[in-house]
Structure formats: C-alpha cells, structure tokens
C-alpha cells in the first residue's frame, strides 16, 4: 500500500506535500515531491486527489495481494474519474458523483 | 534551536474531527483566540483522511438518544458512563444538521427525508467530509491553525494545565504555548501491537497510524485520571486492505459464512466483539477462511459497491478490480491487531459529563475521551461541542499563567539530547518493531488469538520497561526523526498502562477482544467496575471505580 510519484510528470506544486496526513511527502532540491516514507503511508489516496499533473499513482504492495495495477485520479467535470491502469494493460475507469450518496 | 513562545486562551491539540468541531462551537459563541496544534494538515488529518460513507450515530424518528445509550451499553456489556453517553447521544442530530449546511451530501427520500440503514446510521457521501470541516475552520477569524506541529507534553503544575511544549516537525521551531484552557484531541493510539501486515504495507492499519496516543501519553505523564485501556478494539475487516465490512454486511446485508459455505455469525452473536470472536473461533477451529457472502450479487449493487469504496476505502476498489470482484467471489474477512480507542471502546481520559479531565483546565473529546464508546463521526463532533462550549467557559473563570522557565529548558533539553545522541545500535524502527512484537506476544496481539495470561503480562512489563530505557539513547538526524522517537515513547508509556489494565480486569468480558487465560469468564463483580489508573511518583496506580456512580434515570434529565 503506497504512492509511487513520477518525477518526470511532477509540476512542483507542492499539494501531495501539504495535505499528507503522515507527512510522508518531502520536495527534492529540484522542486519536485517525492516519498520518503513509502511504507508509511495509509492509502487514504488525499495526494493522488490533489495531483493536476497525475503524477502520483496508487498502488497495493505485494504483500496484500498487490498485481502491479496503479490508480490515479482525472477531474471530469463535476464527476472525479478513478483510473486504475490494470497491471494486464487494460484501462478502468470509475466515475463518481460528488453529489450522489452511497446507497448502502 | 530555535525557540518561539506563543500565546492563546485555548489551545486545541489535534485538527481532527473533534478538535476541529470543538474550534466551530468556540468561534460561533465568543471571540476567544484558539489557536489549533497540528501534527499533520487539517485538510485530511485524522480519522477521515479517505472519508466515509454512512454517519453511524444518528436517532431516527422514533428512537429516543436513550435508545442509543442502551445500545452502546449492550455492545459494551456495561462498561460505560451512561451520563457521558446521553450527553453526546442528545446531540447526534444537530451536529449531523451543521454537517449538512457545510456540504456534507447526505441520501434523502422523496419527503426530504434521510435515509437510514438500520435505526441509527444515515448514508452519505462523505469522500470530502474532512476537507468541508477543515475548510469551515479556516475561514474563522479567531482560530489559528498551525499544520506539522507535534505537541509533546503538557506544563502541568499542581494538577493544573496552563500550556504545552512541541516543536515543528518541518520548520524545526521549539514551540513553548500558553493558554487559559487546553482541549486534547489527538484520537487513540494505534501501532501498540505487531500489525496484521508486518511487512511493506505495515501501515495498512484500520486506524490511522499517524494516531500514536499522543494526548493519552501526555495526560499519563500528567497524572490524569485515565480508564479503560484493557477495553481494546479489534476491527473485523477486509483481509489485506483492512477496508470496512460494515457497509457488505449491513448495507447489502452480507452474511459470515466459514469455508464450508456455513453461516456462523448467528451463532456467536452481533455485537462487535462477538462478530470478530466468531470469524476467530471459525479460523481457530479449521474452517477457515472467513468470508462475506457477496458471490451473486446484482451487477448494480457490485458497480455501487465499487463507488462507495472508492469514498472511504479506495484499496478494496482496487482490489476488487485487480483480482476479481464482490459479484464473483466473497469477501475475505479478519480480525486486526488491537488498537486504543475511546471512539469505538472506551478507553480515554476519565472525564466529567463537561469533558473535564481530572487535571484542572484540560478538556478531552473524541478518541481521546474515555467512557463513552460508539461515537462514530457525528458522536466526535458532539464532544468537540462539549469539550469548546467547557474550555470557554473555564477560560473566563482563569487568568493566563506564565510557564516556568525551568519547566521549558527541561523539555528542550530532551528533545536536543535526540538531537545530539551519537549513532547508537538500534534505530527507532527497531524499537517500535521490538514494541509490537512484545505486545504481540505477550499482551493478546494476533499471534496469540488475543488472548494472553498474567505470567505474560509480567513479561511484556519487564520487555517494555527496557525498549523505554534504550529509547533514551536514540538519535535523530531532523526534526521528523525527532517526532519518530517521542511517537515511539508515547506508545511505550501508552503500553505500560494496556498491560497494567488487562492485569487489573480478572476477567474475560469481552471474547472478541480479549481473552484473560487466568480469568477465563466473566466475574459479575467487575461487571459493575471501571478500572481506571493515575501515575503517580513513576507507578501505575489501579483505582477501580462502582459504575452506578455514572448510571443516569429518567428523572435526572
């Protein structure tokens, strides 16, 4: 259970930083954020919700039955997209609405 | 190091979802200045980071806040301040209004009406609940917040609390703080016991392991009055993901059922504890694995399942995608490690129906509180409530009082020793593992079915007498190391008093959490006892308090 921050796409904005409930999330002296305590991290998903360059992936460790697949959030609209990039290649995406409650 | 001193009337330690509503009440009925001490950001610190999707306190039409206190008095088999309970109970609905009016979307009928699941929960969306109350602080002119703060200690003299010391766990500022009154809530303590996934995903914990027990370590070190720590909680979960299972059996109405395809939860019971004693004895018997049966749902519940995942546990999401979903396989299903909690048990700070704590000026709320189990979400927010409307009217009661110097060069000298220490041989990783090995062990962790016997006790007191000794000598490269060690040091204290607790119930209350191999029934007589505990000159002192005491009838409300 953990972030994985791609460097290359990372905009230095600094907002996976500044809401990380653990802290985990320091800037590199090239202005962009990288995880410094991956196995301390909770999975709440806060910093993959902040990214606007989807630069931050998440993914399940191996030792809970993680398979390599890697989830990252794209604003669409008013709805939030989960894109889980299947680690057999396949694309899904769930669209979630704000607005609409849990019905269970 | 540098030093700031700051000042406030109240200082709230911990922006969680009680000390963030506790700012709310305080700003809404004064001017006071608070200023809140946060060790992560309030945006998502705390229990709500990934959010939640039911409200599970609430009184539907019909039910009385009595109903709620009769019912969190069962699933406690009676361990409970029923004064605590009602106070917080009469407040469920309109804490859950204000929720609303800051954006909260909660399901309604066609008469406008919410929709319940079961009698006291309502159903929500509740993926930005944390960011709507932080967003609700911040806009209050007389609230400071400052984020990555770790608050340490308490200044305390004469059983009386006029500050606190902590430092910047970026910014590397000491920060000395006095204030008239201090509300504590910091939530419980998780990571005491060798977690269910030791390994790379060891923070894949039911509760937040960013929640040490900071304000349960401080109020100990204090020589508050603190109760219930032998009242652990075990959260029946997800296997892997730990996510909630509330939401496929309650919600979708999934039964328990072992490897043999047997629904079992029938015969063990309901309740919480028992819900988790049967998915044990199931294992413990060869009929594992456990499961949620979910194999054949409809394709609409499944795609409702997912979304409601992804607003409070989006791994189980995950998971369902990568390796196969709810429709075509059930829901592994297990027990956690133990974690110390006053939200869901009872164990917390000893407080009055105000949330006083036994040392003067110092209010508790949420997890941190003691007594009063099953607050959920909404139950936190009405203590937050509580503890405000009480911390304001002490303040007006109480001039500021200066904090000795002595006192803060005595704190700075500790954190600065963690600074300076050489290289020693173990690390603070090392002990924290050392720790939840111990407790695991030898304190009713996973490895022994949560069971433990008093010889055991002995050892795991002797074990983490010395991990406190060689936590002395640790050394921090930065100011997050720095708060590494003094989390390490928190839950050590925090042990000391579990065992001292689980030693003093001579009983087995609640099969699902605990199991006393020495007192393997329950004893009618502790049936009417607290047991509490102070510190005092170094020793865990047991006091065990008559429950009637805070037993309330009908004609005293």
Known sequence: MSVEIDREKCVGCRRCHDVCPGSLIKIGSDGKAFIKYPKDCWGCTSCVKECPAHAVRFFLGADIGGMGSVLHIEKNGELLDWVIERYDGENIVVSVDPKESNKY | ????????????????????????????????????????????????????????????????????????????????????????????????????????VILKDENGKYVSRGWRNIKINGENIKPLLAEAVEKLPNVSVMNRINITNLAVENNRVFGAFGFGIESGIFYIIEAKAIIVATGGAAGLYKPRNPGFSRHKTWYPPFNTGAGYAMGIRAGAEMTSF?????????????????????????????????????EYGLTTSQRVFGTTSENLAGRGPCYLQTKGISADLESDLMKAYLNMAPSQTLRWIESGSPLRQNVEIEGTEPYIVGGHTASGYWVDDNRATTVEGLFACGDVAGGCPQKYVTGALAEGEI???????????????????????????????????????????????????????????????????????????????????????????????????????????????????????RETRWAGFSHNLDHKEK??????????????????????????KRQVRDDER
Not at chain 2, 525 to 545: A, C, P, T
């Open chain 2, 387 to 505: 503890a405000g409307i009480s911390a304001l009217g002490y303040t007006g009661l109480r001039d500021k009082k200066e904090i000795p110097e002595e006192l803060a060069a005595k704190h700075i000298a500790e954190a600065e020793k963690f600074l300076s220490n050489g290289t020693g041989l173990y690390s603070t990783e090392q002990l924290e593992e050392a720790m939840q090995t111990v407790m695991d062990s030898y304190a009713g962790g996973i490895g022994t079915g949560y069971s433990f016997n008093e010889k055991q006790l002995d050892i795991a007191e002797e074990r983490i007498s010395r991990l406190e000794t060689l936590s002395n000598e640790l050394r921090a490269e930065d100011f997050h190391e720095l708060m590494f060690i003094y989390e390490l040091r928190e839950r050590l204290t925090i042990c000391e008093s579990v065992i001292a607790h689980l030693r003093a119930r």
């Open chain 2, 230 to 266: 032998e009242m652990r909680f075990i959260a029946l979960r997800c296997k892997d993901t730990i996510a909630p299972t509330g939401t496929l059996a309650q919600g979708a109405g999934a039964k328990q059922v072992n490897s043999l395809g047997e629904i079992y939860e029938n």
């Open chain 2, 523 to 548: 004893d009618e007589k502790f049936g009417k006892l607290f047991v509490n505990s102070r510190l005092e000159n170094g020793e865990i002192k047991i006091i065990l308090r008559d429950i009637s």
């Open chain 2, 1 to 104: 190091m540098v030093i700031e001193k700051l000042q406030t009337d109240i200082l709230i330690i911990g922006g969680g979802t009680a000390g963030c509503y506790a700012a709310l009440t305080i700003a809404e009925r004064s001017d006071a200045n608070v200023l809140i001490c946060e060790k992560a950001n309030i945006k998502r610190s705390g229990c709500l980071a990934a959010g939640v999707n039911a409200l599970n306190a609430y009184i539907t039409d019909g039910h009385t806040p009595r109903d709620y206190v009769e019912y969190a008095k069962h699933d406690a088999d009676g361990i409970v301040c029923e004064d605590l309970l009602l106070s917080m109970s009469e407040r469920l609905n309109s804490v859950t209004k204000k929720l609303e009016e800051l954006g909260l």
